[in-house]
């Protein structure tokens, strides 16, 4: 079984920064593609940002592009949300996923989440 487990949240001002990360076991990391998602209060779930298997390839959602970075050590079995700039509106509850499918496909595992607050 594939376990996901987030880390790094908390509370910063607008402007600011936060790294949170997603360490997972349970299978090769490496096979695995990752994503990140949040959820505000009141809000549907949201799409962030998407790496493959390898880091070299990368997507991310409109209103976090130039803002968030997305990166994975595979020596680590663990994926990275560095986020810069933060906006009141990126307040959300983070979610770290996992597919074994390639990109298009729906995730198959998911972490508990950790909490971003931004303040203004």
């Known amino acids: 079984q594939v376990q996901l487990v987030e880390s790094g949240g908390g509370l910063v001002q607008a402007g600011g920064s936060l790294r949170v990360s997603c360490g997972v076991s349970g299978r090769t990391f490496s096979s695995l593609h990752m994503g990140w998602f949040r959820q505000a209060p009141g809000k549907e779930r949201e799409f962030v940002a998407a790496?493959?298997?390898?880091?070299?390839?990368?997507a991310y959602a409109d209103s976090v592009k130039g803002r968030f970075t997305i990166s994975r050590d595979n020596a680590k079995n663990t994926v990275y949300l560095q986020m810069n700039s933060l906006k009141p509106e990126d307040t959300a509850v983070y979610y770290c996923?996992?597919?074994?499918?390639?990109?298009?496909?729906?995730?198959?595992?998911w972490g508990q989440g950790t909490q971003v607050t931004v303040s203004s």
């Open positions: 790496i493959g298997r390898s880091g070299f390839t990368t």
């Open positions: 996923a996992a597919k074994t499918s390639g990109w298009g496909t729906q995730y198959d595992y």
